[in-house]
């Protein structure tokens, strides 16, 4: 990495304030194109989050990338992007790197190692100057430049401004609001931030059913989300709580804890066919045996039992609703991901370039676009870095 005492020149053609994999990525496009970059980054380590990903195996793409995976106010803003630089291009750029790939679910793309996708993307971007440990505290904007100050007073120059701050999730990894804050002095909305891709706190279940993992429906008005969902101490998590979260639910969602088959009409034929077996070991065919225990505690034979007071479990099997004050969602530390950001509308969708401010980028998560569990997140940080007009 740079250091200040190397410096003899601070005026540069881009400066890049982050070096995640957004930040990164654009700085090996704009040195290929022979532009002198300077990089920004307030960590101590590049790409952090990448380092992460997937387990540190680095999710990398999905091939099922379009705009029906991101989340925002306007989700088709990711098309233009998505269609210039595609999953199958990231994955081509991965595989040029000799970094060894593996399809862990279809179209969900990983690396064998997190460190080479990052040293891949140090390694493109070699030409460019990069500063960690670097907090940029000021922007000012010239007829013709912009010029960035640091914590420290040093102070950098350039025609353009890259915003690739990323949002504030992942908040041991060392985060800053500083990209929201540029957005704001140029103008920018910045759509309200919440967390996305993360736990939920809850009373709906309890504690002791912490560690039990299921597959599991989820219902969020007309979609259906069909993941593994996770007890936890403080209520619920796991891919499909996750995919929840990043979606609009503040309304609410409902839950079925056994897809795929009518409880009450299972329960009815158990009854017939089973009828002196207790209704919670018959329950514990397709449940958990402390799931089973906590949706009822009926120790009757399933005979016994009326078909109304089947029906009445079969609802509360299937049809869990928590409405918006049953939950609350975990908090930025556990996001893997924050929705909102800087307002799609005053950007350019072509070339990430502010409607605004001319010479003024923003890309990546920073952005009010979040995508799904699964890759999507990463190559929009590939694919807005790529879309910026070099």
């Not at 300077?38 to 990398?60: H, I, Q, T, Y």
């Not at 225990?293 to 049809?319: G, Y």
Request: net charge positive; with cysteine; aromatic share 10%.
């Amino acid at each position: 990495m740079a250091t200040y005492e190397n410096m003899t020149n601070t005026k540069f053609d881009f400066i890049i304030i982050g070096a995640g994999a957004s930040g990164l990525f654009t700085a090996a496009h704009a040195t290929r194109a022979h532009k002198s970059v300077c990089v920004l980054d307030m960590g101590e380590n590049p790409a952090r989050r990448v380092a992460v990903s997937g387990g540190g195996k680095c999710n990398f793409t999905n091939m099922h990338a379009d705009a029906s995976h991101y989340f925002g106010q306007n989700p088709n803003f990711t098309r233009s992007a998505l269609a210039r630089f595609t999953p199958a291009d990231m994955v081509n750029w991965v595989k040029s790197h000799k970094i060894t790939v593996y399809e862990k679910t279809p179209g969900q793309f990983f690396a064998d190692d997190a460190k080479h996708i990052i040293n891949a993307l140090l390694s493109d971007a070699y030409d460019a100057k990069i500063f960690q440990n670097t907090t940029v505290t000021a922007v000012e904007k010239t007829n013709e430049s912009f010029i960035i100050t640091t914590k420290d007073n040093q102070k950098f120059t350039s025609q353009k401004l890259i915003v690739a701050t990323g949002g504030i999730s992942y908040a041991d990894l060392g985060i800053s609001d500083i990209g929201y804050k540029i957005a704001k002095q140029f103008g920018h909305k910045i759509i309200p931030i919440r967390p996305g891709l993360c736990g939920i706190k809850t009373k709906i279940f309890d504690a002791t059913l912490s560690g039990i993992s299921i597959p599991a429906h989820i219902t969020i008005g007309r979609e259906k989300i069909f993941d593994d969902m996770l007890f936890t101490h403080f209520g619920l998590g796991g891919p499909a709580i996750y995919r929840a979260t990043v979606r609009d639910c503040a309304n609410g969602f409902t839950i079925n804890l056994i897809p795929n088959i009518d409880a009450y009409d299972w329960l009815r034929w158990q009854k017939n066919k089973n009828g002196r077996k207790q209704l919670k070991t018959i329950l514990a065919t397709k449940l958990p045996n402390k799931l089973s225990e906590f949706l009822t505690k009926d120790t009757r034979n399933i005979a016994d039992i009326r078909d109304s007071e089947l029906r009445q479990l079969a609802t509360r099997i299937q049809n869990i609703k928590l409405n918006a004050d049953d939950f609350s969602l975990f908090g930025f530390a556990g996001a893997e991901v924050t929705r909102g950001g800087v307002d799609t509308s005053q950007i350019s969708s072509k070339t990430m370039e502010s409607k605004l401010c001319p010479g003024l980028y923003f890309i990546g998560e920073c952005i009010d676009i979040a995508g799904d569990l699964g890759g999507y997140n990463l190559q929009w940080a590939w694919c807005s870095a790529n879309a910026v007009d070099i």
